[in-house]
């Protein structure tokens, strides 16, 4: 099973597609998600999102000022700043 993940910054969308395992940091410190993970409303912090994708390929972005929201299998970070490192 796979998370459809979707990046974007207050510019323009930075990455979408689907993922194994995204990790991200929050102000309450580093969350990771795969595909069934609960519902989840957290802060995003300043620092890396890091992207697995099902093929084993990884994709790294910085990104700062927003939030992410997993709901179903759907993982939607919203940055005031992101970018693909």
């Known amino acids: ?11 323009a969308e930075v990455w979408s597609g689907e993922a194994t395992l995204v990790v991200a940091k929050t102000v309450e410190g580093e969350i990771g998600f795969m595909a069934g993970h609960e519902p989840v409303l957290a802060i995003l912090a300043e620092g890396q999102v890091r ?8 994709i790294v972005a910085n990104a700062q000022d927003g939030f992410l929201s997993m709901e179903g299998d759907e993982l939607t970070i919203v ?7």
């Open 79 to 85: 940055a005031g700043n992101a970018a693909l490192a």
């Open 51 to 58: 992207i697995t994708q099902p093929g084993g390929g990884k």
């Open 1 to 11: 099973m796979a998370l459809t993940v979707t990046l974007v910054s207050a510019e």
